[in-house]
C-alpha cells in the first residue's frame, strides 16, 4: 500500500502526465486526415526520435514490470535469459531485419505487415490471412494493460478494476484520433521518462553489490540455492540452457517480425537515416533491458514474496517494491516511467492492429460496401478492442495462470513466429515460393500450438508450461520447411 502522501501526489502528477499526453495527441490528430496518415503519419520527424519511439514500443511493461517478477522468482537464470541471451539476440536481428524490410515496404507503400506481405508476394490470401492472426496479438495488449493497472492501483490504493477502466477509457480514447502523428511524439517523452526511471531502477540496488557479484550470489543462495545458479530447475522457464539460450535466441531473432516494431521504420521518410534510427534505439533499449535485474533486487527485499504477510502475486512484485522502496519523490517520478513503459507499447499495439483489422481484414471482406471514410471505421474498430482488450485483462488479473505473460506469450509468440519465414524470405531472398512461406507460416502455428496444448515433449508437462519452447520449435520447423518446398518449387519453375 502507498502512502496517503504519495497517492495524493499519485492524482496531481497522473492529471498533468494526461495532459500532456492530450496536447500532443491534439497536435497530431490535426495533421491525420488518412487512414495512410494515422497508419505511418505525414509529418517528418527526426531519425533519432523515430528511433526512441521504437525503443518505447519494444521494450515494454513487460520488460519493467513483468519479466523482473519471473527474475524474483528464479533468479541468476532469468537474469542470464531476459537480460542477456534475448536482448543480444532482438537487437542483432532488428539490424539485419531493418534496413531490408523498410527498403522494400517504402517501395510498396506499405502501411501494415499484412499489406507488406500481401503485396512481396502478390497474394490477397495470404494478406488476409496475416491481417487474421493479428488478432493475436491482443493477448499483447491484455498483458500490458495488466501491468499497467497493477502499478497505478498499488500508488493509488484504488482497486484494480476501476484503474484499468480508466486506463481503457483514456488511452483507447485518444488513440481513436491520434495515430501515428502523435503516436511518435508521446513515445519520444515516454522513452526519456523511461530511460531516466531504468537509471533510478538499477542504480537502486547498489548496496547488494557491496561485495561485488559474489557477494550477491551468496546473500541470493541464502534465500534458495537455485536463486544464483545460471539454470533453476524448479521454474518452468529456466530449467536447462535449451530454454535459457537456444529458445530465447530463436525468441529474440523472431520478436522483431511483429507490425509494431518492424513497421516503425516505415515513418522514416529519407531512408539514408536507418543508421542514426537504430542507433539511438538500441542505446535505449540496452539500458531498458537491464531493468530486469530488478527483480534480484525485490526478492533480496521480499526474501518470502510477501508483505505484511500477505503473498505477492508475481505481477505485483515490481510494484510493491517501488511504493516500499522509494521516496514518495523518486517513487512518483518511477511510477510514471513504468506507467510510460506500458503506455508506448500499447499506443504502438492499438495504432498496429486497428489499422490491420480496418484494411486488411474488413476491406476485403466488405470490398464496396466499406465506407469510404476508412478513418471512422477505424475509430469504431479502436472501440471494439478496448471492450474485448478490458474483459481478457480483468480476467487475467482475478485469475492469472502464474502471470499474465504467459497468456500473453502464448499469442505473440504464434503472430511473430507465423511472420518470421515471410518476412525473413521476402527481405532476403530474391525470388521466393508464395506456397512455401504460406505452408511455413501455417506449419509454425500448428506446431507452436499442437506442442503446447498436446504437451508435447518433456518441456510441457507442468501444470504452467513455457510458450518459448514450442514457438521456438515450431519457428525452426517451419524455417526447415519454407526452405524445402521453395526449393523444390524453384526447380519445379526454374
Known amino acids: ?42 509529418l517528418g520527424f527526426p531519425s533519432w526520435v523515430v528511433g526512441l519511439s521504437l525503443a518505447a514500443s519494444m521494450t515494454s511493461a513487460a520488460t519493467f514490470i513483468i519479466n523482473p517478477g519471473f527474475i524474483a522468482l528464479y533468479g541468476m537464470s532469468g537474469v542470464l535469459s531476459f537480460g542477456v541471451v534475448f536482448p543480444l539476440a532482438a537487437l542483432i536481428s532488428l539490424i539485419v531485419f531493418t534496413k531490408g524490410y523498410a527498403k522494400y515496404g517504402q517501395s510498396v507503400k506499405a502501411t501494415t505487415m499484412a499489406q507488406w506481405i500481401g503485396k512481396r508476394y502478390n497474394s490477397d490470401s495470404y494478406k488476409l490471412f496475416f491481417g487474421v492472426i493479428a488478432l493475436l496479438l491482443i493477448t499483447f495488449i491484455v498483458l500490458i494493460n495488466v501491468g499497467i493497472t497493477q502499478v497505478i492501483s498499488k500508488s493509488l490504493n484504488v482497486e484494480p478494476f476501476y484503474v484499468l477502466l480508466g486506463i481503457t477509457v483514456f488511452v483507447f480514447g485518444y488513440m481513436m484520433f491520434g495515430g501515428a502523428n502523435s503516436m511518435v511524439y508521446t513515445n519520444t517523452i515516454q522513452a526519456i521518462i523511461m530511460f531516466i526511471v531504468a537509471l533510478i531502477l538499477v542504480g537502486s540496488g547498489y548496496e547488494y553489490f557491496s561485495n561485488g557479484l559474489s557477494g550477491l550470489l551468496n ?25 535459457i539460450i537456444f529458445c530465447q535466441i530463436v525468441i529474440g531473432i523472431a520478436v522483431v517480425c511483429q507490425p509494431h516494431i518492424i513497421t516503425k521504420s516505415l515513418l522514416l521518410k529519407d531512408q539514408s537515416k536507418i543508421n542514426s534510427y537504430l542507433f539511438s534505439g538500441i542505446v535505449f533499449m540496452l539500458v531498458f533491458f537491464s531493468v530486469v535485474i530488478v527483480g534480484l ?132 531472398f530474391k525470388t521466393v515460393s508464395t506456397r512455401a512461406v504460406f505452408i511455413a507460416s501455417i506449419v509454425s502455428l500448428v506446431v507452436h500450438f499442437g506442442i503446447y496444448y498436446g504437451r508435447i515433449t518433456p518441456y510441457m508437462q507442468e501444470p ?31
Do not use: H
Open 464 to 494: 504452467v508450461n513455457n510458450p518459448g519452447v514450442s514457438a521456438a520449435i515450431g519457428i525452426v520447423i517451419s524455417l526447415c520447411v519454407g526452405l524445402i518446398i521453395n526449393k523444390i518449387d524453384s526447380r519445379t519453375n526454374g
Open 1 to 42: 500500500m502507498a502512502s496517503t502522501t504519495m497517492s495524493a501526489y499519485m492524482w496531481i502528477l497522473l492529471s498533468i502526465y494526461a495532459a500532456v499526453i492530450l496536447f500532443f495527441v491534439i497536435r497530431g490528430a490535426r495533421k491525420t486526415s488518412s487512414i495512410a496518415d494515422y497508419a505511418v503519419g505525414n
Open 297 to 428: 533486487y525485490a526478492r533480496m527485499s521480499f526474501p518470502d514474496l510477501s508483505v505484511n504477510g500477505v503473498s505477492l502475486k508475481m505481477d505485483e512484485i515490481v510494484p510493491t517494491y517501488v511504493v516500499q522502496t522509494f521516496s514518495v519523490g523518486v517513487g512518483l517520478v518511477i511510477v510514471v516511467g513504468l506507467i510510460s513503459a506500458g503506455l508506448s507499447t500499447l499506443e504502438s499495439l492499438i495504432q498496429s492492429l486497428s489499422i490491420t483489422i480496418t484494411s486488411d481484414i474488413l476491406k476485403p471482406i466488405l470490398k464496396e460496401r466499406m465506407p469510404e471514410n476508412t478513418i471512422i471505421v477505424n475509430k469504431l474498430v479502436v472501440v471494439v478492442l478496448a471492450v474485448v482488450s478490458f474483459l481478457f485483462s480483468w480476467a487475467q488479473i482475478k485469475n492469472p495462470n502464474v502471470s499474465v505473460a504467459i497468456f500473453a506469450q502464448n499469442g505473440v509468440y504464434a503472430y511473430f513466429g507465423a511472420a518470421f519465414v515471410p518476412v525473413l524470405f521476402g527481405t532476403f
Open 219 to 243: 546473500d541470493l543462495s541464502a534465500i534458495d540455492p537455485q536463486l544464483a545458479k545460471p539454470t533453476n530447475a524448479s521454474s518452468f522457464l529456466f530449467r536447462d540452457y535449451f530454454e
